[in-house]
Every structure is written in C-alpha cells, then in structure tokens.
C-alpha cells in the first residue's frame, strides 16, 4: 500500500506543479514508512521538504499554503501527534473557507496514520479518524486496500476541500492490484460493498474492512452469508448503500477500530435506526475496541483490539 | 514621503480613530455583537508598517484587525456591514470583528485563535517564495503570542526555510490584562527572535515614521532572500483588551502619558512641520468623519444574509 500511495503522489505531481509534499522525514529519508520514497529524487527539494518536528506549524503553513494557490499535501507521522495540530485542522483548514465568507479556498490533503496493534503503547496506538470527521467544512478518507488508497488519493489532491487522509499503519506492507491508469479516481463520499451477502450487513472502514472480510468468509462457511460495505470516508458519509443492503438483511454491525463510546458505530447505528426503523429485526451490534488505553504488552494488545472472532460473535448474536 | 502620501496616511490614521470609535457606539447600542477589540492608539503601527509595503505583499494579523483592514485599503462600508453581520459585509457577515479579510487587497484576514496566524503566515510566504515571486508577508501579532509554540514552532520554521516573512510583535504592554512581565520571561520580546538566528528591530509605534522605517528596512531584508526578520513595535491601547473591559489592572496615569505621545497628534505634527496648511488637515477630518458616516449609513441599509446562506461557502460546492 506504501507504493500506491507513493505512487498516486507521484502521478499528481506530474500533472500539476502547484502540488507539494512536506512534513517529518518525507523528503530525504522518504517517509517513515515509505509512502513518500523517491519524491524528493524525482520532484526535488523545493517541492518536496522536510519539515522540524512541529505539527503546529507543519499544518498552519499547510493552511496558509492553500489559501495561498498551493495544493500541499501535508504528512502527520501519526495521527497521535495531530492532537497537536488540531486547532490547525479543525479551527483552520475547516472553517477558513467559511469563516471568510469564502474568500479563501483550502486545498488541502493530510495524510496522516493511525491504528493500534504495532506494540507502541497508548499514546502512538490510537484510531480516532472520527475526531476529525465531527468537524463541518473537513472531508475524512481512510482506504481499506492498495487500489482504494490510490483512487482516493488522487481524488484528495484534486479536491478543492480540506481533506484528512488517514492510513492504517500496519496496513502498509499489505499486497493488492493497483490500477496503472493516472486517471484512476474514486469518488468523494462514496462507499463501496466489499462482499455480497444476504443474511448480515457489516459496515466497516480502513483495516476492519479487512477483519470484516476475514469474518465473513468464516461464516460463509457455515452458509451465513454477509455484506461488507467500505464506508471508505466518514464526511462525507455515505449510507445508501448501507440501507439498502439494511432493507434485505434487517440486521447489521458496525465494526470500528478505535472505542465505542461517540464512535463510527454510534453513528451509523442511529442513521440505521433513523432511517430504516421499520426493517429492524434485531438490535444493531457494534464491534470496537475494548474502553481502555491500549497496552503496549503483545497479548494484551490483542486482546483489546476488534479481531474476525469478535465480528462473528456479534454477527451470531443476531441470527 | 510625498506630501500626497502623507495626506494618505494621516487620513487612514483618523479613518482608523473614528471607525473604532464608531463602533464602540454601536457595540455599546447593541448592533454590533461578539467579541470586539479595538485598535484605538496602535494605530501608527498598522498604517506605518502596511504602507511600506506593496500591494502583493501579504498582510496578515490577529483578531484586533480593524485597523490592520483599513491600513490594506478596506472601506468602511465592507468592514462596518461585517460588523452589523450583513450579507455585504466583506465576510458575508459569517466572521464578524475578528474575522475581517479581502483577498483582493492580499489582506489575509484577522485571526482569532492566538499565535495560530503565525503558522499560517509561514505558509502565505512559503507559497510565493515556491513561485519565485518576491512579495513578502508582514504577519502582525500582540506581545501575548510571544507565549504560545505556534510563535516558536513559526519563527523556527521560517528561518530554517529563509521564507520571506516579517514577524510584526506589536507589544502593547498587555496580553488581555496580564502585564508583559507576569508572562513572558523576557520583556524585550525581539530577544526570542534570537533564538532563531533572525534578525530584528525595534521601533516607537506612536512614530508612524520609525515604523515605517523599520518595515522598510526590514522588507529589503526579507525581498534579498536573507530569509525573515523581527520587529518588535512599542505601542499601547487605549481601550480594554475587548469590549466591557473595565481596565482596572492599569493606571490612569499610565493611560495618560501613552495619550500624550498619540500617534495621530504626532503625524499631524509631522504634516505641519511639511507645510500642509491646518486647513488641509481639517479637511481630511471631515473626509474621515464623511467615510465613516457612509460606512455605517450602508451596513444599516444591506440586507441580512439569508438562512438559506448558511449552507454555503463551507465546501468548494454547497451542501444541504
């Protein structure tokens, strides 16, 4: 996934001068986990900069940037250490445009990481995409395969809006077909079904999407037939194709990485419930991580982490 | 200065006086609402600094902007519909006092999150410098930003990228209502410029002229390339740090002998002392007073915006 992303870069820049790439480590080293390697070789170090380890500034220069003619995308290492950049995103890049009566356009892409399970402890191991998807005049992204990271990226970059663009960090070694087409774009605020299924409707998003897939190929075997949907991005959400797919199975669960309490899940099931209240048969079940900051031991960690065991469980619990 | 260009700058300086005045009448009306926080004896260092530049300059400054705005060439009439929040107002009255801006005039807005401009100034100035565009960025801020890591983050930052960008402190003594010395570790606020390799001046705010100076010398800097420059600006405000501030953290005694030094008695010293006949002067004042009741007369004629207004300008395309 780490080349795709490098490689929708790449392809962008190509196409259109006005596109930098700057944050911790992208440029000489290219990027901590790759994502960025040979950008600097390629575009050189005006376009491509490294940036000292200030998130504050790496964002408000990304802002001003924006408003100034620019199309930088920005690189967070993790989204742990956007916190402290978080007046940036939400009181800047999100409301600059409105705020000035929309004087000011903010195009604008920050990719940042996120996700639990690589032993970092409670505070480099957090997945809260859905912080940033609270906030109006924001678009949040999260793909769940190599091609979608591609499609989606390219999009960001086009895109005349502020976009978080959020990866899951152990997903970048993960293998898949990636389209060679530079014009391979994916949609702003669609979702996409993963899996077809009759029984069940599981909506997840990033690596749940995954965990869910590994679910329901568990439970196809005990011919219990689910459909995934890829939410893909969280603003603009995209839920038709969830109560469509609802209409038919009239059970779901909503699987997240990160904590119940005021997450995805929370959300997705209320639109449920909302819009599709007469078609409920069962309570909707919601998948996530344990209430707890994630420990750095191996086995703890994966004991509080959602896995395709605790997707069946829940999908079993309303059969 | 031509005598055509101090007329100019002495009629922003009553343009400034009067429009803040104004508006602390019609805040104290209740027309104008929100936090409001006026420029009201600081207004040499916005006139003085901004007409050094040129016009693709960017300015930029923090949430006391209303004299920031007019020093870049906004009218009245766009600033005071903002302020009563009316559809023509030059934010479409969605920002308010704090939140003046015209992208036209390369006036890229009040900001009212403390220190977070700065961040956004790196990025106004690093845009023109990747075009190769030698237009600079004069980013304004209180004393009271000297504390918060924006201006660290920033100032570091801009110096490590020689981006071409004037940090403009104008140290008016008080963040809120904390002296400088109960929060900022050093009072000569140009000393943390230091710390970043940059360069910097100082100058009395009161004295349109050392401002204007200073920015000049400071903008030759800055269009070499030799990366950014510091100026720490000696000014004062008269009013509170905003509106219903009672003042009682500082002395009238104090008060008065920053008013003695005002900068607009001085600049009109300056007029007389050219030969500009107190005639001339006089009729700037009602040129000014003219502005201002024209200003006021066409915020209270706009429309409001529409309730349906508020599902624009939030993305590229309009939701709801």
């Known amino acids: 996934m780490a080349k795709?992303?490098?490689?929708?870069?790449?392809?962008e820049m190509e196409r259109d001068p006005s596109i930098v790439v700057f944050g911790e480590e992208v440029a000489v080293a290219g990027g901590t986990y790759g994502a960025t390697a040979g950008l600097y070789d390629r575009f050189g170090g005006n376009r491509v900069k490294d940036t000292p380890i200030s998130e504050g500034v790496i964002a408000g220069a990304a802002v001003g940037a924006a408003m100034n003619g620019l199309?930088?995308?920005?690189?967070?290492?993790?989204?742990?250490?956007?916190?402290?950049?978080?007046d940036q995103i939400v009181n800047h890049a999100a409301k600059i445009r409105s705020m000035f009566g929309g004087q000011f356009a903010c195009p604008l892409v920050i990719r940042t990481t996120s996700g639990g399970g690589r032993q970092l402890a409670a505070t480099h191991s957090?997945?809260?995409?859905?912080?940033?998807?609270?906030?109006?005049?924001?678009?949040?992204?999260?793909?769940?395969?190599?091609?979608?990271?591609?499609?989606?990226?390219?999009?960001?970059?086009?895109?005349d809006d502020p976009i978080m663009f959020i990866e899951q960090a152990t997903m970048y070694s993960e293998r898949g077909e990636v389209p060679d087409d530079p014009n391979f774009l994916l949609p702003v605020g669609q979702s996409d079904v993963k899996?077809?299924?009759?029984?069940?409707?599981?909506?997840?998003?990033?690596?749940?999407?995954?965990?869910?897939?590994?679910?329901?190929?568990?439970?196809?075997?005990?011919?219990?037939?689910?459909?995934?949907?890829?939410?893909?991005?969280?603003?603009?959400?995209?839920?038709?194709?969830?109560?469509?797919?609802?209409?038919?199975?009239?059970?779901?669960?909503?699987?997240?990485?990160?904590?119940?309490?005021?997450?995805?899940?929370?959300?997705?099931?209320?639109?449920?419930?909302?819009?599709?209240?007469?078609?409920?048969?069962?309570?909707?079940?919601?998948?996530?991580?344990?209430?707890?900051?994630?420990?750095?031991?191996?086995?703890?960690?994966?004991?509080?982490?959602?896995?395709?065991?605790?997707?069946?469980?829940?999908?079993?619990?309303?059969? | 200065?031509?005598?055509?260009?101090?007329?100019?700058?002495?009629?922003?300086?009553?343009?400034?006086?009067?429009?803040?005045?104004?508006?602390?009448?019609?805040?104290?009306?209740?027309?104008?609402?929100?936090?409001?926080?006026?420029?009201?004896?600081?207004?040499?260092?916005?006139?003085?600094?901004?007409?050094?530049?040129?016009?693709?300059?960017?300015?930029?400054?923090?949430?006391?902007?209303?004299?920031?705005?007019?020093?870049?060439?906004?009218?009245?009439?766009?600033?005071?519909?903002?302020?009563?929040?009316?559809?023509?107002?030059?934010?479409?009255?969605?920002?308010?006092?704090?939140?003046?801006?015209?992208?036209?005039?390369?006036?890229?807005?009040?900001?009212?999150?403390?220190g977070a401009h700065l961040a956004l100034a790196t990025g106004l100035a690093w845009a023109d410098q990747y075009r190769g565009s030698d237009a600079a960025t004069l980013c304004f801020f209180g004393e009271g930003a000297s504390n918060i890591g924006y201006f660290h983050e920033s100032l570091n930052l801009a110096a490590v990228w020689k981006l071409p960008c004037i940090f403009i402190c104008e140290n008016n003594n008080y963040g809120m209502w904390t002296p400088v010395a109960r929060a900022s570790a050093v009072i000569e606020i140009r000393q943390k410029a230091a710390a970043y390799g940059m360069p910097s001046d100082s100058a009395d705010g009161m004295d349109l002229l050392a401002v204007r100076a200073v920015t000049e010398k400071a903008?030759?800097?800055?269009?070499?390339?030799?990366?950014?420059?510091?100026?720490?600006?000696?000014?004062?405000?008269?009013?509170?740090?905003?509106?219903?501030?009672?003042?009682?953290?500082?002395?009238?005694?104090?008060?008065?002998?920053?008013?003695?030094?005002?900068?607009?008695?001085?600049?009109?010293?300056?007029?007389?002392?050219?030969?500009?006949?107190?005639?001339?002067?006089?009729?700037?004042?009602?040129?000014?007073?003219?502005?201002?009741?024209?200003?006021?007369?066409?915020a209270e004629e706009s429309p409001a915006p529409a309730l349906e207004e508020i599902w624009t300008d939030i993305y590229a395309e309009p939701i709801g």
């Not at chain 1, 924001?138 to 091609?147: G, Q, R």
């Not at chain 2, 901004?50 to 400054?61: F, L, Y």
């Not at chain 2, 107190?278 to 200003?295: H, N, R, S, T």
């Open chain 1, 195 to 319: 899996r077809r299924g009759k029984d069940v409707t599981i909506v997840a998003y990033s690596k749940m999407v995954g965990v869910s897939l590994k679910a329901a190929q568990q439970l196809a075997t005990e011919s219990i037939e689910c459909e995934v949907i890829d939410l893909r991005w969280l603003r603009p959400l995209d839920l038709e194709p969830v109560f469509e797919s609802f209409k038919q199975t009239n059970r779901a669960v909503v699987v997240e990485e990160s904590w119940r309490t005021y997450g995805v899940g929370a959300e997705v099931a209320a639109r449920i419930y909302e819009e599709c209240f007469d078609y409920l048969d069962a309570p909707i079940q919601r998948v996530a991580q344990k209430e707890v900051p994630l420990p750095y031991n191996g086995e703890l960690e994966k004991y509080a982490l959602p896995k395709p065991a605790d997707v069946i469980e829940a999908v079993k619990a309303i059969l």
């Open chain 2, 1 to 114: 200065m031509d005598k055509a260009e101090m007329l100019k700058l002495y009629k922003q300086l009553v343009v400034i006086r009067l429009l803040e005045e104004k508006c602390e009448e019609l805040y104290q009306k209740g027309k104008i609402g929100g936090f409001m926080h006026l420029y009201i004896g600081q207004e040499a260092t916005g006139v003085g600094a901004v007409s050094a530049r040129r016009p693709t300059d960017n300015v930029i400054t923090a949430y006391r902007d209303h004299g920031i705005a007019l020093a870049c060439g906004m009218s009245p009439r766009a600033i005071m519909a903002e302020m009563l929040g009316k559809a023509t107002g030059c934010s479409k009255g969605k920002g308010g006092s704090m939140h003046l801006a015209d992208k036209r005039l390369h006036f890229w807005g009040g900001h009212a999150i403390v």
């Open chain 1, 126 to 159: 957090q997945t809260v995409e859905h912080l940033f998807a609270h906030f109006p005049g924001l678009y949040v992204v999260a793909p769940s395969t190599p091609a979608d990271a591609k499609g989606l990226l390219k999009t960001a970059i086009r895109s």
């Open chain 1, 71 to 86: 199309r930088p995308v920005a690189e967070i290492m993790g989204i742990n250490f956007a916190f402290l950049a978080m």
């Open chain 1, 4 to 11: 795709a992303i490098s490689l929708a870069l790449a392809e």
């Open chain 2, 219 to 298: 903008l030759a800097h800055v269009r070499a390339g030799e990366g950014p420059y510091f100026l720490e600006i000696h000014t004062y405000r008269y009013r509170g740090h905003s509106m219903g501030d009672q003042r009682p953290y500082r002395t009238h005694d104090e008060i008065k002998k920053w008013q003695a030094e005002d900068p607009i008695g001085q600049f009109e010293q300056v007029l007389l002392d050219a030969g500009i006949p107190p005639a001339e002067i006089d009729a700037l004042d009602a040129q000014a007073q003219f502005d201002i009741a024209d200003g006021v007369q066409y």
